[in-house]
């Protein structure tokens, strides 16, 4: 029978944290461990970010079997709180924090000559199968693209509102079904005869991966951490355009298909737009209203950069030692 | 958006470096008289030439640094 959206299914637990989240889904048990658990587990391993990626996905689709009143379960919310403390202070230990929001901005800007990043890789010696691990990882996000950040909109006014509004509106196909940026991924995983079924490789995900992921739910859930949030929308734009003109090129040598490399060929060009807009009016108009948000918008610039730099280190090191940076094969 | 029946004046940004941002849609003629069509809500065209989705900035007016 066709019931319209796929619902994902639950996938297995990797460890203490996440099997009692699980379990808890399920109503297999009415209870959930306490905070101290949470602060005692790597804020970046596979437990803590699939704990926290259940309870986060209740606020997009949900799971298939899990009731949707659990979204706003007074003790899963507790225990994701302790979750998110504990990944959150994690983060602003670990990235560096820019001068000012300036300064950080103008660092992204500059293009190295060559540089070493996952783009690069492919572009030059990456291979299909390579490829095909790294959009079945990304689907995490592009799946859902721009939904984690349409949250932020009602906590923006003016400038800053009709800045990122604009930008949405684009990543949501300006009005047109079948350009939604998440629509084209999902033909883009077509041409790597990937399933294109939401949350379909969520279990194969590393939990580097699974932090990127999370990074975006957590500034766009919180209001107080609306400033950040905007920096990391900020970072995504500005780094994007050149990393899919490189992602384009790894598309065409491979013959991965029209519909894969229309994907990275839009996001040249509209992101070439949309890091000006976020810059100009989201940006900016944010810290002329708000300008005590200057340090959480650096913030979500040196976060964004943290979580992207491990994933990147996670799938090089794994290609480099002829490994899969997948948790288990496509 | 930007209709011809607007009273307001259509908005564009310029800037020492980076594209000309105009608000869209937005048709431009070439030199050799091709034309080019983006109906993007905000349209970046291109000012410094390197672009390689002429007239549409790909950001490589970018400074580059060697590391
Ligand atoms: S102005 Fe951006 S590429 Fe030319
Ligand atoms: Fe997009
Ligand atoms: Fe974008």
């Given at each position: 029978m066709h019931t319209g959206l796929y619902e994902p299914t639950l996938p297995t637990d990797r460890g203490e944290l996440s099997a009692a989240t699980l379990a808890y889904l399920r109503r297999a048990s009415g209870s959930l461990p306490p905070a101290g658990d949470a602060e005692r587990s790597d804020p970046y391993g596979d437990d803590l970010q699939l704990a926290l990626y259940l309870c986060y996905e209740l606020h997009y689709r949900g799971f298939a079997g899990v009731d949707d009143e659990m979204e706003w379960d007074a003790a899963l919310l507790a225990f994701r709180r302790a979750l998110e403390d504990r990944f959150l202070a994690a983060l602003r230990d670990d990235a560096p924090l820019p001068a000012d929001v300036d300064s950080a901005l103008a660092e992204l800007l500059v293009e190295p000559v060559q540089g070493d990043g996952i783009s690069y890789h492919l572009r030059d010696d990456g291979t299909l199968g390579q490829v095909r691990e790294y959009a079945a990882q990304r689907s995490l996000y592009h799946l859902k693209e721009a939904d984690p950040h349409a949250w932020v909109l009602p906590r923006l006014h003016g400038?800053?509102?009709?800045?990122?509004?604009?930008?949405e509106y684009d990543e949501f196909?300006?009005?047109?079904?079948?350009?939604?940026?998440?629509?084209?991924?999902?033909?883009?995983?077509?041409?790597?005869?990937?399933?294109?079924?939401?949350?379909?490789?969520?279990?194969?995900?590393?939990?580097?991966?699974l932090a990127v992921s999370n990074l975006m739910s957590l500034l766009g859930l919180h209001r107080r951490l609306r400033g950040a949030l905007v920096g990391h929308f900020a970072a995504v734009e500005i780094t994007s355009s050149p990393n899919c003109r490189r992602l384009a090129?790894?598309?065409?040598?491979?013959?991965?298909?029209?519909?894969?490399?229309?994907?990275?060929?839009?996001?040249?060009?509209?992101?070439?737009?949309?890091?000006?807009?976020?810059?100009?009016?989201?940006?900016?108009?944010?810290?002329?209203?708000?300008?005590?948000l200057a340090a959480d918008v650096a913030f979500g610039i040196a976060a964004t950069g943290l979580v992207e730099d491990r994933f990147t280190e996670h799938l090089l090191g794994s290609w480099r030692s002829e490994r899969s940076s997948l948790r288990h094969a496509l | 958006?930007?209709?011809?029946?607007?009273?307001?004046?259509?908005?564009?940004?310029?800037?020492?470096?980076?594209?000309?941002?105009?608000?869209?849609?937005?048709?431009?003629?070439?030199?050799?008289?091709?034309?080019a069509v983006s109906d993007r809500f905000c349209v970046a065209v291109c000012t410094c030439r390197r672009s390689r989705t002429y007239p549409w900035c790909d950001t490589s007016h970018r400074r580059r640094t060697a590391d």
């Open positions: 400038r800053a509102k009709a800045g990122m509004a604009a930008v196909g300006a009005g047109r079904g079948e350009r939604v940026h998440a629509r084209l991924f999902a033909d883009l995983m077509r041409d790597l005869s990937l399933d294109t079924g939401y949350g379909r490789y969520l279990d194969a995900a590393c939990p580097q991966m090129q790894a598309m065409e040598r491979l013959g991965a298909g029209p519909a894969a490399e229309h994907f990275y060929r839009e996001h040249v060009e509209a992101d070439a737009v949309h890091e000006q807009v976020v810059r100009h009016e989201v940006v900016a108009g944010l810290l002329e209203a708000e300008p005590q | 958006m930007h209709s011809p029946r607007d009273e307001s004046p259509r908005r564009l940004r310029v800037q020492r470096t980076g594209p000309l941002l105009v608000e869209g849609p937005v048709e431009v003629t070439l030199d050799d008289g091709t034309v």
